[in-house]
């Protein structure tokens, strides 16, 4: 393996990539000139195209032994258009990637009742953000059986780092549900999933998935205090589901009505990780002590 494609270059990208140029050739699918600057500044090639337009793709055919998809679907829908674009351009020659890792979601088992759940789960997604995780990851499970592609597949739950927490919205005065109406969420450091993702590059099983997540069990409330603590601001408000409704906005309601535990056994296992934050507490310490985290792998 010697050429990787990072098809979405968001922040988890970003810190995959100084590990990657070390020791590979990476090329990165941007859309914006901006973006290419970033990127050979990183030491990593430029390929300017958009996921939307299949023919800016053309280029991808035959490019890299192994391709890093990080890129979400489209906003609308219950599809995920660019993932096909993606995986036609990447089948239009003989010359196909080795691997693919792609970072889903947990969203995608939906609410599990705050029930402890693995990989065996089913996947039963409520909201259509959730459907086009689904769409996204059976098609390329079908890519990887069809051309033998080893595809793995990472289930990621709430991403946050140092400058990824939800200090805005505790500041604001958002409020939180009371405890007897909580949910359970899941959450791993952004530096971990970019860690997990090259691993999985070189451990990843064929047509695996592995939910991608810490070692914490929190309620969203819990959460939402632990961050106050952890950075000298009041705990946010704790509110009934029915009042909770008349404050917030769909979309954040959208993450209060799902609730699951889920395991990561498997993560440990077979990718053999060694998570540098697996609690919430030990990544809030490390943000809290500094906003310029290193980079998340080894040299």
């Not at 450091?189 to 914490?216: E, S």
Request: with cysteine.
């Amino acid at each position: 393996m010697k050429r990787i494609l990072v098809v979405g270059c968001g922040d988890v990208a970003l810190r995959a990539i100084p590990w990657l140029v070390r020791r590979f050739r990476v090329f990165a699918l941007v859309r914006r000139t901006e973006a290419a600057e970033d990127m050979r500044r990183l030491g990593a090639v430029p390929l300017l195209a958009d996921l939307d337009d299949r023919r800016s793709l053309a280029r991808l055919a035959g490019i890299a032994d192994a391709v890093l998809h990080f890129a979400p679907p489209p906003a609308q829908g219950k599809t995920d258009p660019r993932t096909r674009h993606l995986l036609a351009a990447l089948a239009s020659r003989t010359s196909l990637p080795q691997h693919l890792i792609y970072i889903s979601t947990t969203g995608v088992y939906g609410d599990c009742g705050g029930a402890h759940i693995d990989e065996t789960r089913p996947a039963r997604p409520r909201s259509p953000r959730a459907a086009r995780r689904v769409d996204a990851e059976r098609q390329l499970r079908a890519f990887g059986r069809r051309c033998g592609v080893g595809v793995s597949v990472l289930r990621a739950p709430g991403i946050y780092a140092s400058e990824r927490l939800p200090l805005e919205r505790i500041r604001r005065g958002d409020p939180v549900l009371r405890a007897e109406d909580d949910v359970y969420t899941n959450h791993i450091h952004a530096d971990d999933l970019a860690r997990l993702a090259v691993l999985a590059l070189f451990r990843g099983r064929t047509c695996r998935v592995y939910n991608a997540v810490d070692d914490t069990e929190f309620p969203m409330g819990e959460y939402f205090d632990a961050v106050a603590d952890a950075f000298g601001l009041a705990r946010p408000q704790r509110l009934s589901r029915e009042e909770i409704a008349l404050r917030l906005p769909a979309m954040t309601l959208s993450f209060m009505a799902e609730s699951r535990r889920i395991g990561n056994r498997r993560m440990y296992r077979e990718l053999r990780a060694h998570l540098r934050y697996p609690t919430v507490s030990a990544g809030l310490l490390a943000a809290r002590q500094s906003s310029a985290l290193q980079s998340p792998l080894p040299t």
